[in-house]
């Protein structure tokens, strides 16, 4: 059973390009979650999906960030018109119900120049 | 003030050690969260508890409700363990994770 799948693994990008990053949830899991860790910090809560649903965005910030978690499909976390402040470790992690162990993928490494 | 507190922060131990690992939070939880983070940067799930005692391996997680506190406990600590330790919160009813600060353990030889 393949765990948590994100790619890429590491993305670079130009000030104001996008980017999209990528989270398979493990298999029979339909509850994802995005987390982002800017360098030397914590870890932080940005959007819940469930199936084709946003639960929870509360973390997200209001404006070129969008997550998506199609019928079909891996959940894509969108960031339009990148910052260098955008530059950060971000995982996915991904459970089969609520309140309950979360399994993380590998993160994906975003660099912007 | 942090909904959730973690000490110490940073814990250099030598390898057999017995370690422990606190954190303290102020909110209602529905299931509290240990996990390591590899140096190359990766998470592993290690403990969810949302009451009493669990042990896996060398590692033990206790928690106490009533006091708001959990502990993670390493036994025979061996360098493999350097890692960073993170406790994570259910608050309340929320299925998202909110995170302390983490613990940076080092274990030489």
């Known amino acids: 059973n393949a765990g948590v799948m994100q790619n890429p693994r590491h993305l670079v990008r130009r000030r104001g390009q996008e980017a999209r990053l990528r989270c398979s949830p493990m298999?029979?899991?339909?509850?994802v979650y995005w987390y982002r860790q800017l360098p030397e910090e914590g870890l932080k809560f940005m959007v819940y999906l469930q199936k084709e649903n946003i639960i929870d965005e509360s973390g997200m910030p209001k404006e070129r960030f969008s997550a998506e978690f199609p019928k079909e499909g891996p959940s894509i976390l969108r960031i339009q018109q990148v910052v260098r402040g955008d530059s950060a470790a971000y995982f996915c992690?991904?459970?089969?119900?609520?309140?309950?162990?979360?399994?993380f993928g590998p993160g994906t490494r975003l660099t912007v120049t | 003030k942090n909904e959730v507190e973690q000490s110490p922060q940073n814990l250099t131990a030598q390898e057999g050690e017995f370690i422990t690992i606190n954190c303290s939070y102020s909110v209602g939880i529905s299931a509290l969260h240990w996990l390591q983070q590899h140096p190359g940067g990766g998470i592993v799930s290690l403990f969810m508890?949302?009451?009493g005692k669990k042990k896996h391996g060398r590692l033990i997680a206790t928690i106490n409700i009533q006091e708001k506190h959990s502990s993670l406990h390493i036994t025979a600590s061996h360098p493999r363990d350097s890692a960073v330790y993170i406790c994570a919160l259910n608050t309340g009813t929320a299925s998202k994770l909110t995170f302390g600060t983490g613990t940076r353990l080092q274990v030489t030889l």
């Open positions: 992690a991904s459970s089969p119900r609520t309140i309950y162990e979360q399994y």
């Open positions: 508890l949302s009451s």
């Open positions: 298999k029979g899991h339909s509850h």
